[in-house]
């Protein structure tokens, strides 16, 4: 009797134990989840900031969702006016809140900025060094980036956009000329439409893997394949990002994305060690050898941050150059005038000779000035991201430490306030003689970003877009395929989303 007595006591108190233990649980996930947001909601809101009102857990994700059903697509007419194709949901949400507004991914609130003046002071006082990246995108998109230059931040961000920011040499000339060579076949074998985006996208692939990493194709490609499928996977469009748990919500896609990581991890390890293995014969001046011979005193990365590193530049250095010759190519073929202007520069700056000499470049100003039109319209990098590690105030309000911001560069490369009633027309002629292509603000043309964490990588974008697009032009005319389908779309980058059918013609 007393035995079986004490028992049940026994069992009562464990069963106390078990609930308080739950209780606590649940309660710090209602504060971490609920109450924590809620205070930072609170806090924009006095601030003066509005916008969709966010449901629990999944904030705005989905009215994300719906608005980004009607989305169009036109065969027919090519339209440059994207904001509300890219952003569909932005550009209804702007008409009903305004350039600066508070929107959200699960329980994490975004500000949505969208004008120039506001990204001015926001940035007057704070340099590289202090800028976060939003956590909830560094833990999401960890299997393709890691912590390499794009997500670091602070003392580390120093220290490895120190060891990298000289490492670059000019892009490989042969790996362009393959390309126009299998082009030439495919025309002469009666094939003249050709998707410029797949083959661009590889041919850049080709070239960082040797410029920058110093291997073959071959060993390259397995890594990039890789890359592009976390990538697929990462923005397929049923996603949880923000949400508590949503990675279990979405279990087959974050296993998917982990295990490529790990496998592309894998494969730059072996690059690396076999790079070890030969350094002490000579090091080689490319990226990687750079990175590495730094090995030696104390700026020294560790191998994970190598390979991170690795990882960031093997695909931030080739989708977005790919990315700006794609769109140009397709402004191009509807404008053959400028394909001609652009022949007779080419043969009054490079004449019949070869183009061997980068600084016979610099005479390509008016190619200068249409890729500049180029990466105003499509921004290949349609919005750049930043959080808070301070309060910051702009003007008379104050963004709350943490707060995660989402600048919407398509949206302000495409407002007739800040570049008039042409802002949709292809007129690479704004950019003769005013690197601001006649925006009347100063910020609104931010194609790589701004301040002190501005793109590590856009002379040499300069370079590799001139000499492919020189070879394209000097051996092709083009024209648009009536297969192509208008409908650019935001895949971490701006992506033609059912590529890019062109008509070639050898010249
Ligand atoms: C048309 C081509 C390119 C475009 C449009 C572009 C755009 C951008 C943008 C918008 C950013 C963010 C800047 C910010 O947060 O303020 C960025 C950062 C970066 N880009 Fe590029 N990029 C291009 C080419 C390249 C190339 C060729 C490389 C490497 C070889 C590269 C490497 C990087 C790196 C490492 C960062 C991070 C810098 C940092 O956070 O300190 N990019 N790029
Ligand atoms: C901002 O918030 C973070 C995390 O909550 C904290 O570690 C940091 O000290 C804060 N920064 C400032 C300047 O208050
Ligand atoms: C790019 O070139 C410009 C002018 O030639 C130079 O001032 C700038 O520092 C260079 N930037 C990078 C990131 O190499």
């Known amino acids: 009797m007393e ?16 609930a308080s233990i739950v209780f606590i649980l649940v309660g710090k996930l209602v504060f971490s989840c609920w109450i924590i947001p809620f205070l930072g909601y609170r806090k924009l809101k006095r601030n003066g900031f509005s916008g969709p009102k966010p449901s629990f857990p999944f904030g705005n994700l989905n009215d ?18 994207i904001h509300s194709t890219a952003f569909p949901y932005f550009a209804v949400w702007q ?32 340099k590289g060094k202090g800028w976060g990246k939003p956590n909830v995108f560094k833990q999401d998109r960890e299997p393709m980036f890691g912590s390499g230059l794009v997500m670091v931040e ?15 040499s000019p892009a490989n000339l042969k790996s ?32 960082i893997a040797k410029t920058s990493f110093g291997i073959s194709y071959g060993n390259g490609r397995k890594v990039l394949e890789k890359l592009r499928d976390v990538q697929i996977t990462l923005f397929k469009t049923n996603r949880y990002v923000g949400v508590p748990f949503g990675k279990y919500l979405n279990l087959k896609e974050t296993l998917e994305a982990k295990a490529l990581g790990e496998e592309i991890d894998a494969l730059l390890h072996e690059i690396i060690a076999e790079r070890r293995t030969k350094i002490r014969g000579g090091e080689a001046k490319d990226l990687l050898g750079m990175l590495m011979a730094d090995d030696k005193n104390k700026r020294a990365l560790t191998t994970k941050e190598l390979v991170d590193e690795c990882k960031t530049f093997f695909f931030g250095g080739h989708e977005t150059t790919a990315l700006s010759l794609t769109w140009t190519l397709l402004l191009l073929a509807i404008h053959p005038t400028w394909q001609e202007e652009l022949r007779e520069e080419i043969k009054l700056v490079v004449g019949d000779g070869e183009l ?24 290949p990098a349609p919005n750049v991201q930043r959080q808070a590690r301070q309060d910051i105030r702009v ?25 008039g009633k042409d802002v949709h027309e292809f007129k690479p002629e704004r950019f003769e003689d005013n690197i601001y292509g006649g925006c009347n603000h100063k910020m609104g043309f ?31 005319s083009f024209s648009l395929s009536p297969n192509y389908c208008h409908e650019p779309s935001h895949m971490l980058s701006l992506r033609p989303k059912h590529g890019m059918p062109l008509i070639f013609k050898p010249l």
């Open 3 to 18: 035995a079986s007595l004490q028992l049940v006591m026994n069992s009562m108190s464990l069963g106390i134990l078990c």
């Open 64 to 81: 994300i969702k719906l608005l980004s059903s009607f989305s169009s697509s036109s065969p027919l007419s090519i339209s440059n006016n």
């Open 95 to 126: 008409k009903l809140y305004g350039k600066v507004m508070v929107y959200w991914l699960g329980t994490e609130a975004f500000l949505y900025i969208a004008d120039p003046q506001f990204v001015k002071e926001m940035s007057a006082d704070i």
């Open 154 to 168: 602070g003392d580390d961000w120093v220290r490895h956009r120190h060891v990298i920011t000289p490492a670059f």
């Open 176 to 207: 362009a000329t393959d390309m126009l060579d299998r082009w030439g076949s495919l025309v002469s074998s009666g094939q003249p439409e050709i998707d410029v985006e797949r083959e661009i996208i590889r041919t850049a692939g080709e070239i």
């Open 356 to 379: 061997r000499d980068v600084a016979m470049l610099a005479g390509l100003k008016k190619m200068g000035w249409v890729m500049n039109e180029v990466l105003r319209l499509y921004p």
């Open 395 to 419: 003007g008379k309000v104050v963004i709350p430490n943490g707060t995660n911001m989402w600048i919407d560069v398509v949206s302000m490369h495409h407002d007739e306030k800040l570049w």
């Open 446 to 476: 931010l194609p790589f970003g701004f301040g002190g964490r501005m793109c590590v990588g856009r002379n040499l974008t300069a370079m590799e877009y001139k000499i492919m697009l020189t070879l394209i032009l000097t051996r092709f």
